[in-house]
């Protein structure tokens, strides 16, 4: 017997022998008519005591018994005397007999959870070799470009001036593996096989986590922190492709670097900051050069409001970025491996070239990018907006160049469903229909349908890469978008963009252009 149980059987033994003592000697005291001061210490003090432990052991049981109550803390402990003490003849015999069951509870439920943690200490064991496991995604594009001004045709084809070219194309093939090194470290390999010709490389790296602060470490080839939509994962984007201001100062968004990631223990805030090479090394894996030419970058996010009740269906997400960056602008076009000060995107669509394009700066010596983003999302409804710009310093008694854009879009689920947010890395995350698409047949000889999660979207974006005799042209487009989920792993998408060029330096005579694309997009990842 424990010593809790030996300390209610004494307490216990002891009250039944005083309240034997107080009623069979009750006639006899009732003779008295008055009781002196040691009689009064003899039999009510007695009683007082016991009730006072009673009700302290009773305390005492609470809580113990309350930290097994799913939900629920102990109850603190009284810092004063027991108030209302009564006597002995006020506590009820059952107490005890409840009490003694609540203690034998109390100790079977120990006994269990201590055999609990004893089998899962008996059954881990620590890992001997990396982990592994694998996954991928296959996206499949056809783009049309029904209608376009002769502008277009020579940006497109410079050459020719031929318009640009329908096409059915793989957007990515892309395989990964990725695991934990031991229980301290992480790795993961991204290879895009789009073009069976040429693969390209695109997350690669090693990592340490579990680091102080909620923080992982990664090195290697990975992400520069600018943009949301850049940082967006391709598989949960609501559009086909990002922004033309996000793919503009972000092109390609992925760097050899060191970069750190962390969050708040409330997951309010996350924060990233690494240094990057400027050189896009995805088809070779390899910098060379004699100058680093790199780049700082570091985002700032936060979900100040995340309805948790709700499942995430309604929240606010800011974050401010930005980065530092050392071009090589005083090196030749045709010299390999330099970085000068560029920026250029295609139509949001995939087209043969990128249809406004500043060229290699001359005389770019650094460039600072400054970003903001916000989102909100309430229920079904999503909005949207980002804007960046870039100022670029020359040297030679070369002016200073500065180049802007922006984007705003609305999307809404027909079915109800809300775009999942991410907030350790204040990223979308995935969606999950409420109901996933089918038809098969039934046992009756009929039909059963599903009919998925359906989404419609609208965005308006716009980029300036025209300043001073810099003269990359600006654009304007408009997109609407309809999404078609068949599960939370598969989807199709559908974009129809007009947009509008202008200020672009000539070619073949034009400064600029308008047309109409259509896109759609089949698209699985595992």
Same mark, same amino acid.
């Given at each position: 017997?424990?010593?809790?149980?030996?300390?209610?059987?004494?307490?216990?033994?002891?009250?039944?022998?005083?309240?034997?003592?107080?009623?069979?000697?009750? +006639?006899?005291?009732?003779?008295?008519?008055?009781?002196?001061?040691?009689?009064?210490?003899?039999?009510? @003090?007695?009683?007082?005591?016991?009730?006072?432990?009673?009700?302290?052991?009773?305390?005492?049981?609470?809580?113990?018994?309350? +930290?097994?109550?799913?939900?629920?803390?102990?109850?603190?402990?009284?810092?004063? @005397?027991?108030?209302?003490?009564?006597?002995?003849?006020?506590?009820?015999?059952?107490? =005890?007999?409840?009490?003694?069951?609540?203690?034998?509870?109390?100790?079977?439920?120990?006994?269990?959870?201590?055999?609990?943690?004893?089998?899962?200490?008996?059954?881990?064991?620590?890992? #001997?070799?990396?982990?592994?496991?694998?996954?991928?995604? =296959?996206?499949?594009?056809?783009?049309?470009?029904?209608?376009?001004?002769?502008?277009?045709?020579?940006?497109? /084809?410079?050459?020719?001036?031929?318009?640009?070219?329908?096409?059915?194309?793989?957007?990515?093939?892309?395989?990964?593996?990725?695991?934990?090194?031991?229980?301290?470290?992480?790795?993961?390999?991204?290879?895009?096989? @789009?073009?069976?010709?040429?693969?390209?490389?695109?997350?690669?790296?090693?990592?340490?986590?579990?680091?102080?602060?909620?923080? #992982?470490?990664?090195?290697? /080839?990975?992400?520069?922190?600018?943009?949301?939509?850049?940082?967006?994962?391709?598989?949960?984007?609501?559009?086909?492709?990002?922004?033309?201001?996000?793919? @503009?100062?972000?092109?390609?968004?992925?760097?050899?670097?060191?970069?750190?990631?962390?969050?708040?223990?409330?997951?309010?805030?996350?924060?990233?900051?690494?240094?990057? /090479?400027?050189?896009?090394?995805?088809?070779?894996?390899?910098?060379?050069?004699?100058?680093?030419?790199?780049?700082?970058?570091?985002?700032?996010?936060?979900?100040?409001?995340?309805?948790?009740?709700?499942?995430?269906?309604?929240?606010?997400?800011?974050?401010?970025?930005?980065? =530092?960056?050392?071009?090589?602008?005083?090196?030749?076009?045709?010299?390999?491996?330099?970085?000068?000060?560029?920026?250029?995107?295609?139509?949001?669509?995939?087209?043969?070239?990128?249809?406004?394009?500043?060229?290699?700066?001359?005389?770019?010596?650094?460039?600072?990018?400054?970003?903001?983003?916000?989102?909100?999302?309430?229920?079904?409804?999503?909005?949207?907006?980002?804007?960046?710009? #870039?100022?670029?310093?020359?040297?030679?008694?070369?002016?200073?160049?500065?180049?802007?854009?922006?984007?705003?879009?609305?999307?809404?689920?027909?079915?109800?469903?809300?775009?999942?947010?991410?907030?350790?890395?204040?990223?979308?995350?995935?969606?999950?229909?409420?109901?996933?698409?089918?038809?098969?047949?039934?046992?009756?000889? /009929?039909?059963?349908?599903?009919?998925?999660?359906?989404?419609?979207?609208?965005?308006?974006?716009?980029?300036?890469?025209?300043?001073?005799?810099?003269?990359?042209?600006?654009?304007?487009?408009?997109?609407?978008?309809?999404?078609?989920?068949?599960?939370?792993?598969?989807?199709?998408?559908?974009?129809?963009?007009?947009?509008?060029?202008?200020?672009?330096? +000539?070619?073949?005579?034009?400064?600029?252009?308008?047309?109409?694309?259509?896109?759609?997009?089949?698209? =699985?990842?595992?």
């Amino acid at each position: 017997m424990t010593m809790l149980p030996k300390r209610i059987a004494s307490t216990v033994a002891a009250g039944l022998l005083l309240f034997g003592a107080t009623h069979f000697s009750a +006639p006899a005291l009732a003779q008295e008519t008055s009781f002196s001061s040691y009689t009064t210490e003899l039999y009510v @003090a007695p009683q007082d005591e016991f009730s006072r432990r009673l009700m302290e052991l009773e305390r005492r049981i609470d809580q113990l018994d309350a +930290p097994l109550q799913p939900g629920l803390s102990a109850p603190p402990a009284p810092t004063g @005397a027991m108030p209302n003490m009564q006597n002995i003849q006020n506590v009820p015999m059952t107490n =005890v007999g409840h009490l003694m069951e609540r203690i034998e509870r109390l100790e079977a439920a120990q006994t269990v959870q201590g055999a609990q943690l004893a089998k899962v200490a008996e059954e881990y064991v620590p890992p #001997t070799k990396p982990t592994f496991k694998i996954g991928g995604r =296959v996206h499949f594009d056809t783009w049309d470009f029904p209608s376009n001004t002769p502008g277009i045709g020579f940006f497109e /084809n410079p050459a020719t001036g031929n318009d640009p070219e329908n096409r059915w194309a793989f957007r990515r093939v892309r395989l990964e593996t990725s695991g934990d090194a031991f229980e301290t470290m992480l790795w993961r390999i991204q290879v895009d096989f @789009a073009d069976p010709n040429d693969p390209a490389i695109k997350d690669v790296y090693i990592g340490w986590d579990e680091l102080p602060g909620n923080t #992982t470490v990664l090195l290697g /080839n990975q992400k520069r922190p600018l943009g949301l939509d850049a940082l967006n994962s391709s598989r949960f984007n609501i559009f086909m492709e990002r922004p033309l201001v996000v793919e @503009a100062f972000n092109e390609d968004a992925r760097r050899l670097g060191l970069c750190g990631y962390s969050y708040s223990d409330d997951l309010v805030y996350n924060w990233r900051y690494g240094i990057f /090479n400027m050189e896009n090394v995805s088809g070779t894996g390899t910098y060379l050069g004699d100058a680093f030419q790199g780049s700082g970058n570091a985002r700032l996010a936060s979900s100040p409001w995340y309805d948790d009740s709700s499942g995430g269906r309604g929240y606010y997400h800011w974050a401010i970025a930005g980065m =530092v960056a050392n071009p090589d602008g005083d090196v030749l076009a045709t010299t390999p491996h330099s970085n000068q000060g560029r920026f250029r995107t295609r139509p949001e669509a995939r087209s043969s070239s990128r249809w406004i394009d500043t060229g290699a700066i001359a005389g770019a010596d650094w460039y600072e990018v400054f970003a903001l983003e916000s989102m909100l999302n309430v229920g079904a409804w999503n909005f949207c907006g980002e804007y960046q710009a #870039t100022w670029l310093q020359r040297d030679n008694g070369m002016s200073d160049v500065n180049f802007h854009g922006g984007y705003l879009q609305a999307a809404y689920f027909l079915t109800g469903e809300h775009m999942a947010y991410d907030r350790k890395s204040s990223t979308l995350s995935r969606v999950k229909p409420f109901e996933n698409f089918f038809l098969v047949p039934d046992c009756n000889g /009929n039909f059963g349908t599903g009919w998925g999660a359906w989404q419609v979207a609208a965005r308006i974006s716009y980029l300036d890469l025209t300043d001073d005799n810099i003269q990359g042209g600006v654009e304007t487009n408009a997109t609407l978008g309809l999404n078609w989920l068949w599960t939370s792993h598969s989807k199709m998408q559908f974009n129809a963009i007009y947009g509008d060029i202008s200020e672009h330096r +000539p070619v073949g005579g034009y400064t600029g252009g308008n047309f109409w694309i259509m896109g759609c997009r089949f698209m =699985v990842d595992f």
